[in-house]
């Protein structure tokens, strides 16, 4: 069965030979290569080049155009500080103050600051695999734009002192991903990787997801699903058991499951979507490979029945993970059997 | 002798008010309420120990792993930190608030985000919460060298090291404090470590002595080892 089959087949529940893997391999894909971080960032063949070698060493289900948190935020304006082995970070934001966030422009997914970079990519990515595989382009949500381009402490406080400018601010970050996932959708993306981690229950509470957040998601898939119908993908990582019952009301197909929320609640809560995760990120790093094998065949058992799962971990494998714990996370799915 | 129970009943209504105010971030609130019981003769420590402190209790017992939400620590820290802010501009010193409230021992906490992160929020939510405790915090910023951090340990004969990160890229320097200050000779001090990347992990693997779930997770540990 092919890769991009498997998955669209989890994705309505049907049967598939094996649960499908989505890895959450980014940077390290430049590790593999032993490629300096911060050229993987910034060069479009490269990115390309590490993400189909690392799903070539894997045989995983997906690759991967995306490059770091900031990205979207330096192409609207905030400064940019670069290391070379680590994900760069916000130097200087382009907001100081919410209330003039108006002056804010939508960026040119394929003029401005990096954004080009993973346009490339996507395009090289589908070129290259996506007959095989599903092409996965990655998006920051409306909130966490919105923290990269303000400072998380201050938005987080306007929720309270200027709920006015937040909701507009959320606006403008849901426009300006609209347009970038609409240009990913048309370099060839299948799926639409929406990565909100500042939209959890770790940082806001279900009220405020309710009220400000939700509306702009709905918003952002039914654009996406008006522009070619992808695989619309909801990664809010942290704490999600208070708003897991919302989720299906964004619209999107697929949402991830982090490590903090026992995957038995996840399926509860979302009996009717597919869902996806939810190994430790870190065990990659510290476990052994038998940790690893054993974490994910006792997730693989657990949802076996309920079908419409896809392995992975939890979020990002970082960058220091052992290349053998990834082996380890394979192995177990190749012995699965749906 | 009934005028002086009905002072006492207004005042305990008072200062559930500002327990209740701080509890929903309302800042502005706790902080007039706090002016009117000051200009009622009601002593700063008392504000500190049946108001902010207990109303900071209130959310130790309310944020768990599982229901622990920024938005809210957050504003009930603001709300905390002003009403001390205000006590501190009345004419309180911080060495009054650290040893009138009595209940936790006067102990000096390094905080820092360790080298190689720059994230701060999780750093100044704990902050925050260790001040309205009234314990002595001495914060180092973000980017912070383990050996700075070791430094400032000896240098203000700290009892504690609290290292904050986000990422994972930081696990060689938080390893590094512990070995640091053994062979400065520190051994005494304890290391405490969390955020977003070194809350999935161990005590062992990051060679600290405590790894906090969460901010008043962090909290018990320094009681348990204040006391």
């Known amino acids: 069965m092919k890769s991009i089959d498997r998955i669209r087949s989890t994705i309505r529940f049907d049967r598939t030979d094996r649960a499908p893997v989505f890895s959450h391999i980014y940077g390290f894909a430049s590790r593999l290569k032993q490629i300096p971080l911060k050229d993987y960032l910034n060069n479009g063949e490269l990115m390309a080049l590490c993400q189909l070698e690392a799903w070539k060493r894997f045989g995983y289900d997906g690759v991967t155009a995306f490059a770091d948190n900031s990205l979207e935020s330096e192409a609207i304006g905030s400064k940019i500080a670069y290391k070379d082995d680590a994900y760069p970070h916000i130097d200087e934001y382009c907001l100081s103050d919410i209330r003039e966030c108006n002056k804010l422009s939508i960026p040119d997914p394929e003029e401005d600051g990096r954004m080009p970079v993973i346009m490339e990519a996507c395009r090289i990515l589908k070129d290259e695999a996506g007959e095989e595989t599903p092409v996965i382009g990655t998006v920051q949500g409306p909130m966490t734009l919105a923290g990269q381009l303000l400072g ?10 200027h709920p006015g400018e937040f909701d507009r601010l959320l606006y403008f970050t849901t426009r300006a991903m609209i347009v970038f996932g609409k240009a990913l959708i048309g370099a060839g993306a299948h799926v639409i990787h929406v990565f909100d981690p500042s939209s959890s229950c770790s940082v806001i509470n279900r009220a405020v997801f309710n009220e400000y957040i939700l509306p702009h998601l709905k918003r952002l898939f039914k654009e996406y699903k008006d522009a070619g119908n992808p695989v619309c993908w909801l990664n809010i990582t942290g704490q999600t058991e208070p708003i897991l019952d919302l989720f299906p009301q964004t619209g999107a197909d697929l949402f991830n499951i982090d490590y903090l929320v026992p995957i038995s609640v996840a399926m509860e809560k979302l009996p009717k979507h597919c869902i996806n995760g939810n190994i430790k990120p870190f065990s990659f790093i510290s476990d052994e490979e038998k940790g ?12 076996q ?21 990834i082996d380890a996370m394979m192995k177990a799915v190749r012995a699965d059997r749906r | 002798m009934k005028l002086s129970r009905h002072h006492k009943q207004e005042e305990k209504m008072t200062l559930e008010r500002i327990r209740q105010a701080i509890i929903a971030g309302e800042n502005q609130e706790a902080v007039a309420i706090a002016e009117a019981l000051i200009s009622k003769g009601i002593r700063p420590e008392e504000i500190i120990i049946d108001g902010v402190t207990k109303a900071m209790e209130y959310l130790n017992q309310k944020c768990t ?18 009403v001390i802010d205000f006590l501190y501009s009345e004419g309180m010193t911080k060495d009054e608030i650290s040893h009138d ?38 914060d180092m910023g973000k980017d ?5 951090l070791v430094m400032a340990a000896i240098t203000e004969q700290a009892d504690i090291i609290g290292i904050s990160s986000l990422l994972t890229t930081t696990l060689l320097h938080v390893r590094d404090v512990k070995r640091i200050a053994a062979d400065k000779g520190l051994h005494a001090v304890k290391i405490i470590a969390g955020g977003a990347a070194l809350q999935q992990s161990s005590a062992e693997f990051l060679n600290v002595d405590y790894v906090a779930d969460t901010v008043f997770d962090g909290l018990q540990y320094i009681r348990s080892v204040s006391s």
Do not use: W
Not at chain 1, 308 to 320: A, K, Q, R, T, Y
Not at chain 2, 144 to 148: A, M, S
């Open chain 1, 292 to 303: 690893i094998e054993r974490e994910a065949k006792d997730i693989l058992r657990e949802t």
């Open chain 1, 152 to 161: 998380i402490e201050k938005l987080i406080y306007s929720v309270v002192d």
């Open chain 2, 65 to 82: 792993i599982q229901e622990f939400c920024l938005l809210e620590l957050m504003l009930a820290g603001r709300a905390a930190m002003d």
């Open chain 2, 144 to 148: 912070v060298n383990p050996e700075d």
């Open chain 2, 101 to 138: 409230t009595g209940l936790y021992p006067r102990k000096k906490i390094i905080l820092g985000t360790i080298k190689g992160d720059i994230h701060e929020l999780g750093k100044n939510i704990v902050s925050m919460v260790l001040k309205s405790y009234g314990y002595q915090v001495i």
């Open chain 1, 305 to 325: 029945v309920r079908g419409g799962f896809i392995l992975s971990p939890g979020c990002e494998v970082p960058l220091g993970s052992r290349v053998s714990n």
